[in-house]
Every structure is written in structure tokens, then in C-alpha cells.
């Protein structure tokens, strides 16, 4: 087969402190362990870049009146760290993890389409990158992340919507594409004994994930198309004359909500791997964690119109979406109290994954609450579009989706790495950071019920806004210097960290069986899949877990 | 006696404090801070939803109150010990999942009834009635016609007090957004659409509000300003701009007045009673009436409106107002013939 194109492929053990490896190996790997890592550093990056816009805009909004950025430049600030932040930084992260994850997770040695793989990776990267290249052609989007029209058309404003249509079209295409790999993945290649009701929880939130990409991305990618058209050749999709500017709130929305929950399912997915696992009890309701995560991945579909309340499209198109809206607290909130459960009766260990997981039950519940005043219909028309937006979102995608990631980040780098992150050092960034992030965006929820609206470069000098204000810059501060910390524990740690055993938390699932870092192959051989914790059976082979 | 640790009294301490000042009523912050808030309703809508936020509010408290305690009791009774058997592994409870299921369904029940219920009452069908006021968005500022008096003005909008007031919300360019807090409900204004929404006030007042839709470089700086007047309070207001503009009588004023016709001003501003007939600025006709410029960003003053002249992009960067690089003496002109349009 010598006409075959040679895909490379590393011959050594992955990437460990013993191993260096040139810079061209990774460029060429098609392994689905170093894609995964690749993108978690893709989502480091544009996390540093995203902090960086963003605390430059706390500096703005300090003190009222403030002269640091020019309405131009914050507007361009604002849009940047909102489309990064959702589309380069938690998209990246959540799908990376997937993709280191879930082969080691149900047995198999590879995705189902390595090279698709890998394509995904960089065209979420260069998408990226495409993006940030506007700052160099005279201007990055400045419109928001959800880029309402008819402001994004060419009349209104500059080329940087152009890299805005054009950057996440690219990382969408490779969006779609992991998806779909996803879903081939897990529904064919999980070991002969893993039947569905076996599968790992974290696995089963990707695979319901995958088909929320699937279902959500291509209405994002159409519009995105068609804003590029009217913008390049006049098609008039948008604009109000030919076209209709709601028409772009729809296919957003019709992404954007699902959008919500691709962030939120996979860090689901990950608390419902670290709580059983640091409480040393199987999750609480098993059925019903898989059976919520489906009914959120429905109703997410039905719920897109609770971001246009305040558009005047009638009383009753908006019950209808405030009672869809409303329902998905329902399954929501189940997933709380299983979590709640699984910790009941345990032998809890408050392990850096664990100390994010129990934050998370706390930070989510407040971010989900505040999700519930935005399907009532009535508190949604005086609070969207306020402050309480930016702080309700933040306590979602931080106190969810991002507490996610570093709880990941902590149970899983010693699988990556070969060593395990410092304790102290994260200790020092969990408290710098959730301090910090509470200072920051508790306070935004006065601050728009007393009328501050979002997306203002400034703001008039009314009694307690200059103060509340400075309060989330000083916030923003303390969140910046825990990241500081994290780099440092993570540089640290790959160098001189304590050397990882396979199995470090005494774990249930099948990638605590192999190395750390594991194999090129994954596994050599894989022990029996008799329930949803095949670790936790084979190391209790004397008792079996027998589901009773 | 037990010695308590320092922290034990340093929270013990601010926590009585911090009781006493509220029952002396010295915590001067709460009043403030409600002063621009929805929680301080003056009108009938808001106040409807203010009351729906509070019954929410309990709600939702009594939720994060389960979570919370529930969290903070597992963690201190089921840590770790050295030497801990396994703990019994629990997998379900079919009666606990019930309840979990059940509980925020009979929640999500209760307000879907009060959400519906509060909307209607909020914003009722107008069935064809002709609109009180219309307020037209535009890149960044407001145009308020009362079209039943036939008056146009911008960006200072007077309201009748204790009627029920229908406004029709329309947007000349891109998407804007009304929203006064302690008037009730928001409404987007879209291109090619007329909405609407009610405003009954309670309270004679000035409140103030903000665009809430995000419009482009000068969002920040398109505030709404709501003078809120008695029966007598408003027609004053409507008789005292029903009439054209004042023509000016001093010399510098005149010459004001020519400056502005022989430039382009009035191509884009209003002047009743002038050849100015333009619709894409402020109508300036009772310009000196107004208590504010730019859209609430600056006083209205003779200094301010020289400032502006002298270099818009300066004082308001974005605007759509050119600079039209004018010689002191002619601004000085154009100053005196605004500043007496009253």
C-alpha cells in the first residue's frame, strides 16, 4: 500500500516531563490525546486574550465618565470578549476534553475520524486567529456577540463583521465536524460489553452534546452566510427594506440557546464524573441525570424567542416560550439535587476537583435562578438587556461552564500530564478566583435592577453606580491574579510535579485503568464493562456492583 | 467562660452592627440605591411586575437557602475520615426523585400562571386606538410626536400623570430599546415595526431611563429622560410647543439665525416656521426648552452648545453631526439664535 498517504503518528509514549518532542510531531498528529491537548492550549490563549479585554473594559467602567477607551475601542472590547470567550475559550476547552476523553473513556484507542479530528482542532484555531486578525485591518466587530442586524450591515458599520461571519463560519465548520464525530465515536466504537446504560455519565452528556452541535450550529453557519451576502453582494437578508432584521434574531437564537447548553452539558458531565468519585458513592439516579440532560437537549430547541420578549411579537407567542423556558428549570434543577444526593451518606474527600464541584452547586443555583426571571415574562422585560444579563450569563458560563473546565482540568491533568497539579497552589487560585468572581458579578445584579443597561462604554455619575462599578473592577482584579496562579501551578507542575499513578482518585472509569499519560494504543487490554463504573467493579471484583 | 476565636466576634460584631443601623434607619445606602430601581415602581406596570419580581425573589431565595444549607451540611457531615469504611452505595431513591421532579414543577406551575397574568395586565391589546405619543429611535437620540396636538420634540418626553398613556415605540435606522425602570416594561423599537406599550405613572416626576438595545458607537450616551406632569403641568407643556419657533431679535441672534439657513443645518434639524425640515437630527424648534443636550450627556447651556459646535466628534465621538469648522464669530451667532428658541 505504498501510494497510501502516510499519516504520521508519534512511535514514542505521549507527551510526559520525560519525553521532548519537536513542535512538528504535534502539528501532524492526528492522535486524539495530543488533539485534545492541543486544544485545551488553543482555549488557554484566547483565554488570556479574552481576560485581557476584559479587564481593560473593567478599567473603563471603574469610575463613571472615564476616558481610558473610546466608545469605539470598548465596543470592539466587548464584542471580542463575548464571541471569544463563548466560541474560542469554552467551546474549545469542553470539546477538547471530549476528545481526550471519551475513546479512553469507552475503551476504544482512537475518535472514529482522526484526521477529521485534528481538522476541527485547527479550524477552530485558525478561526480564531481570523478573528483576531481584524484588529489589523482597520477595526475587530464591534456589534456584540449575538450581532444583531440591521446594525451589522454594511451602512452601519465597519469590516470587522466581515472576520466576524468569516472566523466563525471557519470554527463552525469544525464544530459540525466534531460533532459528528462525536456521535459516530461513542455509538460505535464503546468496548463489546458498554451498552448504553453502561456508558460513563460524562460520555453521555457529549453524545447528547454532539447532537445539540449538530442540530444548533448549521442555523448559526446559514446565518452567518447570508449576513456575509447581503454585507459582500447586497443580498438584503436583513435589512428592513427587503429583508427583516428579526430573521437574524431568530437563526441566532435558534443556535444561541442550544449553544447555551453544548457549554453546559459536557461541565455536567464532568461534575457527574467528580462527585461520585470524591464522595466514593455511585452517582445518585443515574437514569435520571441521562434523562434530564435529554430533556434539557430538547426543550433547548423550543426556547429561543425568551431572547426576544422585549421584540413585541405578542402575549401569546411568549407564554409559549416563558412555558418552555420555565419547564427546562425543571430537569435542571433534578441534576442539582443528584449531585446533592450522591454527596449524601458519602465519604467526601475536598480535593481541588471536588472544592470546584461543591462551588459550582452553589454558583449555578444563583445562575440558574436568575436564568428562571428571564423565562417570566414580565421581570424579563424590565431586567434583559440590563446588567443583571451580563451578571445571570457570567454565573452560568463561570460559575458552570468555566468551574467546569478547572475542576476537569484538576481531576484529569495528571491523566494528561504524568503528574498531578499542586494542591496549595490551587487552593490559592480556587479562593483568589471565586472570591474575585463573586466580588465581580454579584454586585452587576443591582446594578441593573437600578438601570445600569449592558454594552455602555460609560455611565452617568448616579448615586452607587461609580461605587458598585468599582467594586466588579476589583473583582476582576483578583480573578486576573488567580489566573496568574494557575499558569504557575500548571508550568510548575509539568516540571517538577509529583509523578501520577494510573490511578490517583481511585476513579470508576476505564482511562484511570492505563497509564498516565496513557499509550498510543489507549489500552492493551480493557477489563470487563459490567456497569457504569468498570474501574470501580474490577477493583471490587471480590463484591460486584450489581446494581441493587 | 469559652474564649470565642477573633473571627467569631469580628462577624458577630458586624452582623449586630449592621442590624442596628438598618433599625435606626442610618443605612443611608437601601433608600438610595432604590431611587432608580424597578423595585421603586411609580407607575401602574411597573409596579405589577415589581410585585411578581418580589414573590419571585422569595422563591428563588428559598431555593438558593435548600442548596446552599444542603451543601454546606453534607460537606460537614460527611467528610472524609482517616480510616472511613465505604460508604453504602446508594444508587436511587425513587421517592427523593419524585420529590425532585415534582416540587420544581409545581414552582414552574405557579409563576407560568402569574407570568401570564401579570403580561396581560401589563401590556393589553390597544385595538386600533390611535397612540399618545410616538417615540421614534434614531442613531442616537429620540424623536417624541404627540401626534392628537400635532408636536414634535426630541428626547425630553412629558407624560400625562394617573392615565392610562399609549406610546408607539418605531426606529428610524437600527434596533433600539425603551426602558425606564420605575416606569414598568421595556420595548425593542425595530425598523419597519410599531410597538407599543402602556404607561400609566402614579407620581408627578423626572425619571430616567436608557436605550437597552445596543445601537451602535454612542449606546451609552442615548438616555431617556421622562418628565412625568400634572394635567395642568402638560398641557402647559403642549400649548408652549404647539406654536413656531421664536424669530430671534437681536442683531447676533439674526445673524444666527441666517448662518443656519445658508449652511446645511437644516437639512437634517427642524425649525418650525423656518425653511429647516429635516428629520434626521433633533428638532430644534424649542431647542432652549430642554433641560439637556446630546441626549442626556450634558446640561443644556450656551458653554455646551459652543463646545459642541466648535468640534462634535470631540465632545460625542461617533455622532452623526458634522463638523463644520465654523470662525468664532459665527458660532457665537448660532449659539445666541439656539439658546433663545425657548
Known sequence: ?548 | MLAKPLWYHFFADTLVFSFRLIAQRQLSVLPNVLSTSMMNPAGEQARRIAQLTNYFFIAASFVLLVVTVLTVLFLYKFRAKAGDAEPKQIKRNVKVELVMVGVPLAMVVFFFFLTVKTMRAVLPQHHDRAPDVIVTGHQWWWEVQYPLANVTTANEVHLPVGKPVLVELKSADVIHDWWVPELGNKMDMIPDRENFLWITVHEAGYYQGACSEFCGTQHAWMRIQVYADSDTDFNNFITSHQPVAQTPTSPLAQTGERIFNTMTCGDCHRINGTAANGDDAPDLTHFASRRTMLTGMLPNDARHVHQFLANPQAVKSGVHMPNFALDDTSQNALVAYLTQLK
Open chain 1, 1 to 548: 500500500m505504498e501510494s497510501l498517504l502516510h499519516v504520521p503518528e508519534p512511535a514514542e509514549p505521549l507527551p510526559s516531563a520525560t519525553t521532548r518532542r519537536g513542535l512538528l510531531e504535534w502539528i501532524s498528529s492526528v492522535d486524539h490525546k495530543q488533539v485534545g491537548i492541543m486544544y485545551q492550549w488553543v482555549a488557554l490563549l484566547f483565554f488570556l486574550a479574552g481576560g485581557a479585554l476584559a479587564l481593560m473594559m473593567r478599567v473603563q467602567l471603574s469610575v463613571a465618565n472615564n476616558r481610558f477607551l473610546s466608545p469605539e475601542v470598548y465596543n470592539q472590547f466587548f464584542t471580542m470578549h463575548g464571541t471569544v470567550m463563548i466560541f474560542f475559550v469554552l467551546m474549545p476547552a469542553l470539546i477538547g476534553a471530549g476528545v481526550y476523553l471519551v475513546p479512553l473513556m469507552i475503551g476504544a484507542n482512537e475518535m472514529a475520524y482522526p484526521r477529521l479530528n485534528a481538522l476541527s482542532m485547527w479550524l477552530t484555531l485558525f478561526g480564531g486567529l481570523l478573528l483576531f486578525f481584524s484588529f489589523l485591518t482597520g477595526g475587530a466587530p464591534d456589534a456584540g456577540w449575538f450581532n444583531y442586524a440591521p446594525l451589522t450591515e454594511e451602512v452601519y458599520t465597519g469590516s470587522g463583521i466581515n472576520y466576524y461571519c468569516m472566523g466563525l463560519l471557519i470554527a463552525g465548520i469544525g464544530s459540525v465536524a466534531a460533532g459528528l464525530n462525536f456521535v459516530v465515536t461513542i455509538l460505535k466504537m464503546r468496548v463489546p460489553d458498554m451498552s448504553l446504560k453502561r456508558m460513563p455519565l460524562f460520555v453521555w452528556m457529549m453524545l447528547i452534546t454532539a447532537f445539540l452541535i449538530l442540530g444548533a450550529l448549521p442555523s448559526l453557519n446559514a446565518a452567518l452566510s447570508m449576513l456575509l451576502l447581503d454585507r459582500l453582494l447586497h443580498a438584503m437578508f436583513f435589512v428592513n427594506t427587503h429583508g427583516s432584521p428579526l430573521l437574524w434574531q431568530h437563526l441566532f437564537w435558534l443556535f444561541g440557546h442550544p449553544e447555551v447548553y453544548i457549554l453546559i452539558l459536557p461541565a455536567f458531565g464532568i461534575f457527574s464524573e467528580v462527585f461520585p468519585v470524591f464522595s466514593r458513592k455511585p452517582i445518585f439516579g443515574y437514569s435520571f441525570v441521562v434523562a434530564s440532560g435529554i430533556a434539557i437537549a430538547l426543550l433547548a430547541y423550543g426556547v429561543w424567542m425568551h431572547h426576544m420578549f422585549a421584540a413585541g411579537l405578542g402575549n401569546t407567542v411568549n407564554a409559549f416560550f416563558s412555558a418552555s423556558s420555565l419547564l427546562i428549570g425543571v430537569p435542571t434543577g433534578v441534576k442539582i439535587f443528584n449531585w446533592l444526593g450522591t454527596m449524601y451518606g458519602g465519604s467526601i474527600r475536598l480535593r481541588m476537583p471536588m472544592l470546584f464541584a461543591v462551588a459550582f452547586l452553589i454558583e449555578f443555583t444563583i445562575g440558574g435562578l436568575t436564568g428562571i426571571m428571564f423565562a417570566i415574562v414580565p421581570i424579563d422585560w424590565q431586567v434583559t438587556d440590563s446588567y443583571v444579563v451580563v451578571a445571570h450569563l457570567h454565573y452560568v458560563f463561570v460559575g458552570g461552564s468555566l468551574f467546569g473546565v478547572f475542576a476537569g482540568l484538576f481531576y484529569w491533568f495528571p491523566k494528561m500530564s504524568g503528574k498531578m497539579l499542586d494542591e496549595k497552589l490551587g487552593r490559592v487560585f480556587f479562593w483568589l478566583f471565586v472570591i474575585g468572581f463573586n466580588l465581580t458579578f454579584l454586585i452587576q445584579h443591582w446594578l441593573g435592577m437600578i438601570g445600569m443597561p449592558r454594552r455602555v462604554y460609560t455611565y452617568l455619575d448616579f448615586p452607587h453606580y461609580t461605587l458598585f462599578n468599582m467594586i466588579s473592577t476589583v473583582g476582576a482584579f483578583l480573578m486576573a491574579a488567580s489566573v496568574f496562579v494557575l499558569l504557575w501551578n500548571i508550568f510548575k507542575s509539568i516540571r517538577s510535579g509529583e509523578v501520577a499513578p494510573p490511578d490517583p482518585w481511585d476513579a470508576n472509569t476505564l482511562e484511570w485503568y492505563t497509564d498516565s499519560p496513557p499509550s498510543l494504543k489507549n489500552f492493551e487490554r480493557v477489563p470487563p464493562v459490567t456497569s457504569d463504573r468498570p474501574l470501580y467493579d474490577f477493583k471490587h471484583s471480590h463484591q460486584p456492583d450489581d446494581a441493587t
